[in-house]
């Protein structure tokens, strides 16, 4: 899934600055499962924005709604009566989901109030790793199921760097694996430490022509 | 040092290279001032590609210093801060000027360096940059296309011989040697045992490779523990920290430089490798004393 961060409420403030009444846009899927931007954050920001505002004597009135998924533009649509009562959206979704409110809502400005990092997973309970660099050209078959491209922080496909510190660490973080040595130790579990050795040539970065369209092939 | 480096590592059972590290700023009257001292008394310098990914002067271009000045220059190539296309034009500029001996190396993150905020490249593996240069050899370009005037690199690369894991390391090295090397350089290395199973190793896979053991001299407990926080792929042993930590004020330096000898000496003596890799950076006028001292003046 997508993962994202928060804005810094300093900056989430301060482009709110101009307006007085707002809508605050949830999304139901990744986001919410990632604790930033379901309908529990909404709730959330919008208190504390209201809030900041009103310790300032700047009253500010926040709508709040959350569709399901807000990279679609069926979904978005829902929200078009409570965006035409406000000045601005704040939108708590991915860049997808504020991008399809942004064109649904050509005159509205609209606000990220996250930042959308990476495609991962949950490690444990309030940790997201990042898995997936969404390359088009997947290759994890040849890595014991251990993404090289954006677990390794070079993204190099044949082996570690001469960095990696005591233990199998990262050379810019002690607290990450180096995933070359997370591939070794899979591969030669599964006994498949041959794959390790073989070449694997430089890789084509075209194979998602940017920008990115697909157009579906029926089956 | 007019002799090429790959008739040198043919030819001379111990070879030496040292590092002529490039300034911050256009000022190069230092380095020049190295090369001159170093030239003639070693077979190869080497000159590194934005150090620990701080932005300096390019190795290109001390490379066509040492030239200019009679030495035998190495060029390092980092795949950190150019995509396939520029490592490629890079390298056709150098071998048109005389630089005919690249190392290749997959270069430190940005995050360690100067320009934190920066965008790496990693296009390319230091795997990937020997086959390039290969392919660059045979008359082509990575694209397949025909060159005007083809180059012949003798071609190097590095190695940790005291990572850990050790075997993850030693798979890259294999393939490395298998892309096709002439030499080595390896990353410091501290620990005399740690070399010799790394050059045993490269020996089963491959006769012919020469193997230069780094050497960084270090002058001070305190640089050594930096060292081993900040530096990548350096491990310098408790042993030595404490004998550093017991030198006399005001004799770091030449601790340091007795110890780098001591290495470079038994490397020599019990014929453990092909050479050494001097890398003193920020002192390189010293690296004489260490050569002295080592019995290679």
């Known amino acids: ?219 | 040092m007019t002799t090429p480096f790959r008739e040198i590592l043919k030819r001379k059972d111990f070879v030496v290279t040292a590092e002529a590290a490039p300034v911050k700023g256009s000022s190069v009257s230092k380095t020049v001032e190295h090369i001159t001292l170093l030239k003639d008394k070693v077979d190869g310098l080497n000159v590194t590609d934005n150090q620990s990914s701080v932005m300096r002067y390019p190795s290109l271009g001390i490379c066509l210093l040492i030239k200019e000045h009679g030495g035998e220059p190495v060029l390092q190539v980092t795949c950190r801060d150019r995509n396939r296309l520029a490592i490629q034009a890079d390298l056709l500029f150098a071998y048109s000027r005389g630089i005919n001996n690249v190392v290749c190396l997959t270069g430190d993150s940005v995050d360690v360096g100067d320009h934190k905020e920066a965008k790496q490249v990693f296009d390319l593996d230091s795997v990937q940059l020997i086959h390039l240069v290969h392919t660059l050899n045979s008359g082509k370009d990575m694209a397949g296309n025909e060159l005007d005037g083809g180059v012949d690199f003798c071609i190097g690369t590095t190695a940790t011989p005291s990572a850990d894991p050790l075997e993850p390391q030693l798979i890259k090295v294999e393939k490395k040697l298998k892309a096709g090397v002439s030499f080595i350089q390896t990353q410091a290395v501290y620990e005399f045992d740690e070399l010799k199973r790394f050059t045993e190793f490269v020996r089963n896979i491959d006769e012919k490779v020469k193997i230069l053991a780094g050497i960084v001299p270090v002058i001070s407990a305190k640089m050594a523990a930096y060292m081993n926080d900040n530096v990548p792929g350096i491990f310098i042993p408790q042993h030595l920290i404490d004998e550093l930590a017991q030198a006399p004020k005001g004799t770091g330096i030449a601790k340091g430089i007795e110890i780098a000898a001591r290495m470079i000496r038994q490397v020599k003596e019990e014929e453990v490798c092909d050479g050494v890799h001097i890398m003193f950076i920020g002192r390189e006028e010293r690296v004489p004393e260490i050569l002295e001292a080592a019995g290679l003046l």
């Open chain 1, 1 to 219: 899934m997508i993962i994202a961060e928060r804005k810094p409420m300093e900056e989430i403030k301060q482009a709110m600055a101009p307006y007085k009444k707002v809508l605050v846009a949830g999304c139901g899927t990744c986001v919410t499962v990632c604790w930033v931007g379901g309908e529990k954050e909404v709730e959330i920001l919008a208190s504390q924005l209201r809030l900041a505002r009103s310790a300032e004597g700047n009253e500010i009135v926040t709508l709040e709604a959350t569709v399901e998924r807000q990279c679609e533009k069926e979904m978005v649509t829902e929200l078009k009566d409570k965006v035409a009562e406000v000045e601005a959206v704040l939108s708590l979704a991915c860049g997808a989901g504020v991008q399809t409110m942004a064109e649904l809502f050509e005159d509205k400005p609209i606000f990220p109030a996250v930042n959308t990092t990476f495609i991962g997973m949950p490690e444990k309970e309030g940790l997201w790793v990042e898995m997936c660099g969404a390359c088009g050209d997947c290759f994890l078959d040849r890595t014991g199921g251990i993404c090289p491209i954006v677990r390794c922080a070079k993204g190099l496909l044949n082996g570690p760097c001469g960095g990696t510190r005591k233990g199998g660490k990262c050379e810019i973080d002690p607290e990450k694996d180096c995933a070359w040595v997370l591939i070794y130790r899979r591969l030669e579990k599964q006994g498949r430490l041959d794959l390790m050795r073989e070449y694997n040539p430089p890789k084509n970065f075209r194979a998602v022509k940017r920008p990115g369209r697909i157009q579906a092939v029926k089956i």
